[in-house]
Nanobody, 123 residues
Framework: QVQLVESGGGLVQAGGSLRLSCVAS????????MGWFRQAPGKEREFVAAISGSGITNYADSVKGRFSISRDNGKNTLYLQMASLKPEDAAVYYCAARRLRTLSSGSESYDYWGQGTQVTVSS
């Protein structure tokens, strides 16, 4: 069992930056592929970014070039650096872990989820 705890959300002006963190319990963090998803009110949860156990990354087109996903296996921590934020980036951001090292953009392939952290972007 893996527990995930996100932090770092908040209110930011359009054009600003935020860094989200996700701390995972357990001793096998490096063996999990990790992902960030988000869900805005009235919308379905959508893929944001993913990183494999070996550090290969993948991004949704909507955040490519603005967001950066990374991981520190020594600290059991996943990060999402967000820059040039837009009002449409506002959502609850979720961290997820997949019991395989290969990355995936499908939420159904992730086995563990955090509780989410709110990101609000003012225009």
């Amino acid at each position: 069992q893996v527990q995930l705890v996100e932090s770092g959300g908040g209110l930011v002006q359009a054009g600003g930056s935020l860094r989200l963190s996700c701390v995972a319990s357990g001793r096998t963090f490096s063996s999990y592929a990790m992902g960030w998803f988000r869900q805005a009110p009235g919308k379905e949860r959508e893929f944001v970014a993913a990183i494999s156990g070996s550090g290969i990354t993948n991004y949704a087109d909507s955040v490519k070039g603005r967001f950066s996903i990374s991981r520190d296996n020594g600290k059991n921590t996943l990060y999402l650096q967000m820059a040039s934020l837009k009002p449409e980036d506002a959502a609850v951001y979720y961290c997820a872990a997949r019991r395989l090292r290969t990355l995936s953009s499908g939420s159904e392939s992730y086995d563990y989820w955090g509780q989410g952290t709110q990101v609000t972007v003012s225009s």
